[in-house]
Nanobody, 120 residues
Framework: QLQLVESGGGLVQPGGSLRLSCVASGFALDSYDIGWFRQAPGKEREGVSCISRHGTTYYKDSIKGRFTISKDNAKSTVYLQMNSLKPEDTAVYYC??????????????WGQGTQVTVSS
């Protein structure tokens, strides 16, 4: 069964850091482009970052310079290192495969996500 499971969220003060993990099972991580998405209360889900099967990375403008996406194919895990967190980063974060490329739509079932709350 193809599955992605997110973890690593939590409550952090503004300016703090978190590292999210996305563990893949049922498929080889280097067969797909993998994206991180987030959904804040009352807002639509949005893509924030993506890493291609070849390792090319993409970022939403609002997180450039603060977030870093990486992956470890041997561990079937994609990471999102989040630094200098802001209250507006508060959201449930999800990972998903992207169809065709990092500009393609997310596909497959959404997992439960991991809650990130940035607050003092």
């Amino acid at each position: 069964q193809l599955q992605l499971v997110e973890s690593g969220g939590g409550l952090v003060q503004p300016g703090g850091s978190l590292r999210l993990s996305c563990v893949a099972s049922g498929f080889a991580l280097d067969s797909y482009d993998i994206g991180w998405f987030r959904q804040a209360p009352g807002k639509e889900r949005e893509g924030v970052s993506c890493i291609s099967r070849h390792g090319t990375t993409y970022y939403k403008d609002s997180i450039k310079g603060r977030f870093t996406i990486s992956k470890d194919n041997a561990k079937s895990t994609v990471y999102l290192q989040m630094n200098s967190l802001k209250p507006e980063d508060t959201a449930v974060y999800y990972c998903a495969r992207r169809l065709g490329s990092c500009t393609g739509p997310a596909f497959g079932s959404w997992g439960q996500g991991t809650q990130v709350t940035v607050s003092s």
